[in-house]
């Protein structure tokens, strides 16, 4: 069912011209050089430290590494981050959760 409702939210982005983060849950992310990341669309955050943050997506998580980080701003569904950034990755969730 979940892969259904899946391919058709693609082709509804396709042939709708929808962005594709409104319409299957997908965090929308910006960088600014290593300076800044804003994140939109993620459901909470399981991690801060000066050296690493971790949000939960509604497909899995996004790690992203670094130092001195400092929270600038943080809503219920977006946050922005500031600090040097160093590496960014996505961390998809099993296919059995």
Do not use: C
């Not at 992310?29 to 800044?36: D, K, R, S, Y």
């Not at 000066?50 to 992203?64: D, F, H, S, W, Y």
């Amino acid at each position: 069912m979940a892969k259904w409702r899946h391919g058709l939210k693609g082709w509804l982005t396709s042939r709708l011209k929808l962005p594709a983060d409104a319409v299957m849950d997908l965090p929308r992310i910006t960088m600014v050089g290593q300076l800044h990341i804003y994140i939109e669309n993620h459901q909470g955050v399981l991690k801060f430290s000066n050296e690493e943050v971790r949000l939960l997506l509604k497909q899995g998580q996004l790690l992203i590494k670094g130092k001195d980080f400092m929270l600038k701003t943080i809503l219920p569904e977006e946050i922005l981050l500031e600090g040097k950034i160093e590496h960014v990755s996505y961390l998809e969730r099993p296919e059995d959760m």
